[in-house]
């Protein structure tokens, strides 16, 4: 599993279908080629820091650029695994979102909308001390799906 968003850290699944539920382990914004912490803007591919509004201004983009990188990457490897399950983003229903700094959550959730535009999942927001692998780690998200079986066609 996890093709396109890389292995997880250590030994664990990082998503699992039960039933018509998908469940996956927490995502955090590491970089699978390096395995280091997203720092901020630099870090994103070209032309997603400037639509998460990276503002060229240090005063501004040193505050806002870390977690709207982090979030940006964790949103996309979520997409990425669910679309490795056989669904799209709209299947996700559920989020339990973990904080280093509560102050981070405006910038988050402007992240969070331009990836769930229509139907927000219900969610559960808690402020930690600190996550794994270490303190650069500003936002942790688990996500869960619901994922009906296809149809099978008639006449089988």
Not at 7 to 12: E, F, G, K, N
Not at 70 to 78: A, E, G, K, N, T
Not at 85 to 108: E, H, N, W
């Amino acid at each position: 599993m996890t093709k396109s968003a890389g292995a997880p850290l250590a030994r664990y699944a990082a998503w699992k279908r039960k039933g018509d539920f998908i469940f996956m382990s927490g995502v955090i914004a590491v970089d699978a080629s390096t395995g280091s912490v997203v720092a901020g803007y630099d870090d994103l591919p070209r032309g997603i820091a400037d639509k998460l509004g990276r503002t060229g201004e240090i005063s501004v983009d040193v505050f806002e650029g870390p977690i709207a990188a982090q979030s940006w990457v964790v949103f996309d490897r979520i997409r990425s695994l669910i679309e490795e399950a056989g669904g799209s983003m709209s299947d996700v229903f559920k989020l339990v979102q973990y904080f280093r700094d509560l102050r981070d959550y405006p910038v988050y959730s402007r992240v969070r909308k331009s990836f769930f535009p229509d139907d927000s999942p219900v969610s559960t927001v808690v402020e930690v001390s600190r996550m794994l692998p270490g303190c650069a780690v500003l936002v942790e998200v688990e996500a869960t799906a619901y994922l009906p079986p296809q149809k099978q066609p008639s006449g089988s």
